[in-house]
C-alpha cells in the first residue's frame, strides 16, 4: 500500500523569501533530524527565525529555491556562490531536502533543476560544487544524472550519534558559461 498522500496537482517551484521562513525551517529542522543523517549540521544550532528569515532574502551570491504541493512547502535546495573575487566562478549546491512522505516524484529533480538555471544564467560561474554524505545514495544518483563527478571523498567530516560519515565532494561543470 502506498502511505504517501495522493498528489492532486504537480509540484511548483519558486525563490523562496523572507516571508516563507516558518515554513522553510520547519523542513530545514526535519532535514536536520533525518536518520540516517543527509547533513552534519546540528539542529541545536540552526539560526532562529529571525536569522533565517535575514538569510532568505535573495541576494547577488545566495538564492533559496523552494518545491510546494498547492501551498505546502515540501522541498527546499541552496545556491550559494563563492565569495572572495578570484572564487565567484565557483558556486555550490548545499540543502536539498525533500520531505519523505513526498519523494519519489519528481522533487527533487525539479529542484537541482532550478539551482543549475540560476547558476548557469549567472554571468562568471563555471562550475558547481557540493558535498554529500557517501550513504545519500538517492540523491548521489540524482546529482550525477546531471553530470556531477565524485572528485574526492572527505573522511569523518561529521558525527552522529557516535557514528562517524563521510562526505564525496562533487563538481560540474558550466560549460556554456562565459567568463
Ligand atoms: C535526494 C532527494 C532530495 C531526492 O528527492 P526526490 O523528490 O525523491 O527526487 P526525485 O523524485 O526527483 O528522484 C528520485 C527518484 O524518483 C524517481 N521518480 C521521479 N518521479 C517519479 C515518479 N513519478 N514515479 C516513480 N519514480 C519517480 C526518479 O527517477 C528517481 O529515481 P532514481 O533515484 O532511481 O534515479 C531525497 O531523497 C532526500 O531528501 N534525501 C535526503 C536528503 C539528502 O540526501 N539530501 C542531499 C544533501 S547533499
Known sequence: MDDNPV?????????LTPADVKAYRSVRLRALHERPPAFGSLPETEPDLAETAVRLAESMDRCFFGAFQVKRLIG????????AINEKHRAYLAGLYVLPEFRKRG?????????????????????????????????????????????????????????????YLMTLELNANPL
Do not use: P, W
Open 76 to 83: 527546499i535546495i541552496r545556491l550559494s556562490r563563492y565569495e
Open 107 to 167: 522533487c527533487g529533480r525539479v529542484l537541482v533543476s532550478q539551482a543549475l538555471h540560476r547558476a548557469t544564467m549567472t554571468a562568471g560561474v563555471r562550475r558547481v560544487n557540493l558535498t554529500v554524505v557517501t550513504q545519500q545514495k538517492n540523491a548521489i544518483r540524482l546529482y550525477q544524472s546531471f553530470g556531477f563527478r565524485i572528485y574526492g571523498t572527505e573522511h569523518e567530516t561529521f558525527i552522529k550519534d557516535g557514528k562517524y560519515y563521510d562526505e
Open 7 to 15: 498528489i492532486e496537482t504537480s509540484i511548483s517551484t519558486r525563490v
